[in-house]
T-cell receptor
Framework: KAGVTQTPRYLIKTRGQQVTLSCSPISGHRSVSWYQQTPGQGLQFLFEYFSETQRNKGNFPGRFSGRQFSNSRSEMNVSTLELGDSALYLC?????????????FGEGSRLTVL | TQLLEQSPQFLSIQEGENLTVYCNSSSVFSSLQWYRQEPGEGPVLLVTVVTGGEVKKLKRLTFQFGDARKDSSLHITAAQPGDTGLYLCAGANAGGTSYGKLTFGQGTILTVHP
């Protein structure tokens, strides 16, 4: 079956702009989690959605937001971009809520903020 | 905030050597997962350990969960170039308002030279 699909794979933005990233989970998976990966901080949890409800949220400012649709697809948005937002944003889907379910990661969306 | 410290951060060895990666915390985790990530891809789950003292073997890889569920190790026997990648440990929070959130270690970059 198809894996987790993230779009776009690469994007370049300038400071102050906003960006929306999309994630299509594996068919049948209802939980979607988002992570930010940087060389200095590693993988940091952003939020998890299950059945269109945010179940968990990491320690990120309010500029980072997300949502999940009825078909389990998810989007995350970052407003007023800062240079430090440059990172690989990873989406992971799971059949059930964490921590019991295995996480299946997409290939990520690499964001560069200039 | 729960932290997972991974060591070493970098490991460069010759094919055929053995190695161990450590994952330590002062916090108790309900379970611990190990992932491997290759360049340009998302992390892929290798194993989940849930019981204190548990040992799991996956071919040449041996995973151990500490008795107190605060630490874990990954041992690779006779490393091969195909083992090259970023190894990540991730602990599932044991309780409280953050139950279910995964905390990732900083990762260990392993390079196995032919």
């Amino acid at each position: 079956k198809a894996g987790v699909t993230q779009t776009p794979r690469y994007l370049i933005k300038t400071r102050g702009q906003q960006v929306t990233l999309s994630c299509s989970p594996i068919s049948g998976h209802r939980s979607v989690s988002w992570y930010q990966q940087t060389p200095g901080q590693g993988l940091q949890f952003l939020f998890e959605y299950f059945s269109e409800t945010q179940r968990n949220k990491g320690n990120f400012p309010g500029r980072f937001s997300g949502r999940q649709f009825s078909n389990s697809r998810s989007e995350m948005n970052v407003s007023t971009l800062e240079l430090g937002d440059s990172a690989l944003y990873l989406c992971a889907s799971s059949l059930v809520v964490q921590p019991t379910g295995e996480l299946f990661f997409g290939e990520g969306s690499r964001l560069t903020v200039l | 905030t729960q932290l997972l410290e991974q060591s070493p951060q970098f490991l460069s060895i010759q094919e055929g050597e053995n190695l161990t990666v450590y994952c330590n915390s002062s916090s108790v985790f309900s379970s611990l997962q190990w992932y491997r990530q290759e360049p340009g891809e998302g992390p892929v789950l290798l194993v989940t350990v849930v019981t204190g003292g548990e040992v799991k073997k996956l071919k040449r890889l041996t995973f151990q969960f500490g008795d107190a569920r605060k630490d874990s190790s990954l041992h690779i026997t006779a490393a091969q170039p195909g083992d090259t990648g970023l190894y990540l440990c991730a602990g599932a929070n044991a309780g409280g308002t953050s139950y279910g959130k995964l905390t990732f270690g900083q990762g260990t970059i392993l390079t196995v030279h032919p």
